[in-house]
C-alpha cells in the first residue's frame, strides 16, 4: 500500500483530512450498524443539543508503524471504556465498547495511507467522539445521538529532543470536587482556554491546576497527568476524584512498577511537597511524557534538579520504556497492543 505524499517529520499537531472518517447514529433507542464515509461534514440543525449545552465527550489516541511493520494503537479497549463512562456522566448512551474497538480498528485501516512510517516520530492521531445531534432547546438530554471517528496526521511531538517545560500554579479552578473533571468532555476544555492562553501571554506553556476546594493539593494540567519522582527514586502521581484517568500515567505506574522495579505512589499530592521531588513530567497520549524543569507559584521559583536542558533519568527512562512498548522493541504486557494489520 502507498503512503501519502507528506512530509511526516514536519507536519505539526493540526488538522489535515484524510480519506475517511466513521459514523453511527443513535435514533430511536438504538444504535444504527455505522458507516464508513468520505464526507468530513457533519449537518446538523440549529438548535442540536451540542450546539446549545455542550452535551459531547470524546477520546483520543493514537495509530503508528512498529519496528515490524505493523500498523498498531495502543489500548484502545481502555478509551472505549472511558467513552463510556464520559457518555454516562452526561447522560449520554454509551457506544457498546466492542464497537468502539472495531470502528477504530475498520478507521484506521481505511486510512492506512496516512499511518506515517516507523522510525519518523509521526503518528495518525484517532478522535472518536460523539454529541447529541437532534433540536434541544428546554434544557434536557438529547434524544439522537451521532458517534464519529475522525482520523488525522500529527508530526513528532518533540522535534530536536524533549526539552522541559515551565509551567506555573494557576489560581483558575478545572473541575469542582463532585463535577466532571473526571470525564474527557468538550466542556472541560471549553473553560480551560482562557486560563492557557492566559498562562501563554505570561510566558508559561501550562497550567497546574490545585484542588478546587482546598486549593493544596496538585490535580493535573488542561490534558496531562502529572507524574513526580521522589529523591529516592519512587514514582508518584495524584490521587483525585477530579482528575481524567489518563491512560498513559496508568501505564506508565506499571512500567515503573513491573518493568523498572520501582516503588509506586498514587496518592494525594501537596503543592508544599513538590519542592522536594526529584524530577516532574505531565503524562498524555500526546507526547507520552513532557519533562517539567520549572513550576512558578506566584512568583516562587520551584526547580527540578533535572534542569531546563533534558528529562530526568527516571522520566526519561520511564518514557523509553513506555516507548519501546508501543514500538514494538520491548515485549507489551498482554492486551496492551492492537494489531491492526
Ligand atoms: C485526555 C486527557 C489526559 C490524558 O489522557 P491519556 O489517556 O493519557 O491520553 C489527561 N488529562 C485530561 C484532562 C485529558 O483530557
Known amino acids: 500500500m502507498e503512503k501519502k505524499n507528506i512530509d511526516w517529520g514536519s507536519i505539526g499537531f493540526g488538522y489535515i483530512p484524510t480519506d475517511y472518517r466513521y459514523v453511527a447514529n443513535f435514533k430511536d433507542g438504538k444504535w444504527d450498524e455505522g458507516t464508513l464515509t468520505t464526507d468530513p461534514n457533519v449537518t446538523l440543525n440549529e438548535c442540536a443539543c451540542v450546539f446549545q449545552y455542550a452535551q459531547t465527550v470524546f477520546e483520543g489516541m493514537k495509530a503508528y508503524t512498529t519496528e515490524d511493520g505493523h500498523i498498531v494503537t495502543f489500548r484502545p479497549d481502555l478509551n472505549a471504556e472511558r467513552l463510556a463512562n464520559s457518555a454516562k456522566r452526561l447522560e449520554m448512551p454509551a457506544f457498546p465498547e466492542d464497537r468502539f474497538v472495531d470502528a477504530?480498528?475498520?478507521?484506521?485501516?481505511?486510512?492506512?495511507?496516512?499511518?506515517?512510517?516507523?522510525?519518523?516520530?509521526?503518528?495518525?492521531?484517532?478522535?472518536?467522539?460523539?454529541?447529541?445531534?437532534?433540536?434541544?432547546?428546554?434544557?434536557?438530554?438529547?434524544?439522537?445521538?451521532?458517534?464519529?471517528?475522525?482520523?488525522?496526521?500529527?508530526?513528532?511531538?518533540?522535534?530536536?529532543?524533549?526539552?522541559?517545560?515551565?509551567?506555573?500554579?494557576?489560581?483558575?479552578?478545572?473541575?469542582?470536587?463532585?463535577?466532571?473533571?473526571?470525564?474527557?468532555?468538550?466542556?472541560?476544555?471549553?473553560?480551560?482556554?482562557?486560563?492557557?492562553?492566559?498562562?501563554?501571554?505570561?510566558?508559561?506553556?501550562?497550567?497546574?491546576?490545585?484542588?478546587?476546594?482546598?486549593?493544596?493539593?496538585?490535580?493535573?494540567?488542561?490534558?496531562?497527568?502529572?507524574?513526580?519522582?521522589?529523591?529516592?527514586?519512587?514514582?508518584?502521581?495524584?490521587?483525585?476524584?477530579?482528575?481524567?484517568?489518563?491512560?498513559?500515567?496508568?501505564?506508565?505506574?506499571?512500567?515503573?512498577?513491573?518493568?523498572?522495579?520501582?516503588?509506586?505512589?498514587?496518592?494525594?499530592?501537596?503543592?508544599?511537597?513538590?519542592?522536594?521531588?526529584?524530577?516532574?513530567?505531565?503524562?498524555?497520549?500526546?507526547?507520552?511524557?513532557?519533562?517539567?524543569?520549572?513550576?512558578?507559584?506566584?512568583g516562587k521559583e520551584i526547580c527540578f534538579p533535572s534542569g531546563m536542558e533534558e528529562m530526568g533519568p527516571t522520566t526519561k527512562k520511564l518514557y523509553e520504556t513506555l516507548t519501546g512498548i508501543q514500538m514494538g522493541r520491548i515485549e507489551a504486557p498482554e492486551g496492551w497492543i492492537k494489531v491492526i494489520e
Open 104 to 298: 477504530v480498528v475498520q478507521t484506521i485501516k481505511a486510512n492506512e495511507a496516512y499511518v506515517p512510517p516507523y522510525g519518523s516520530g509521526a503518528t495518525l492521531y484517532v478522535r472518536p467522539y460523539m454529541f447529541g445531534s437532534n433540536p434541544v432547546i428546554g434544557v434536557k438530554p438529547a434524544d439522537e445521538y451521532q458517534f464519529r471517528i475522525l482520523t488525522t496526521p500529527v508530526g513528532p511531538y518533540f522535534k530536536g529532543g524533549a526539552k522541559p517545560i515551565t509551567i506555573r500554579v494557576t489560581d483558575f479552578d478545572r473541575a469542582a470536587p463532585h463535577g466532571t473533571g473526571h470525564i474527557k468532555a468538550g466542556l472541560n476544555y471549553a473553560m480551560s482556554l482562557h486560563a492557557i492562553m492566559d498562562a501563554h501571554r505570561q510566558g508559561y506553556d501550562e497550567n497546574m491546576y490545585l484542588d478546587s476546594a482546598t486549593r493544596t493539593k496538585v490535580e493535573e494540567t488542561g490534558g496531562a497527568n502529572f507524574i513526580f519522582v521522589t529523591k529516592d527514586n519512587t514514582v508518584v502521581t495524584p490521587k483525585s476524584n477530579s482528575i481524567l484517568p489518563s491512560i498513559t500515567r496508568r501505564s506508565l505506574i506499571y512500567v515503573a512498577e513491573h518493568y523498572l522495579g520501582l516503588k509506586v505512589e498514587e496518592r494525594e499530592v501537596y503543592l508544599d511537597e513538590v519542592k522536594d521531588f526529584a524530577e516532574c513530567g505531565l503524562c498524555g497520549t500526546a507526547a507520552v511524557i513532557s519533562p517539567v524543569g520549572k513550576i512558578v507559584d506566584h
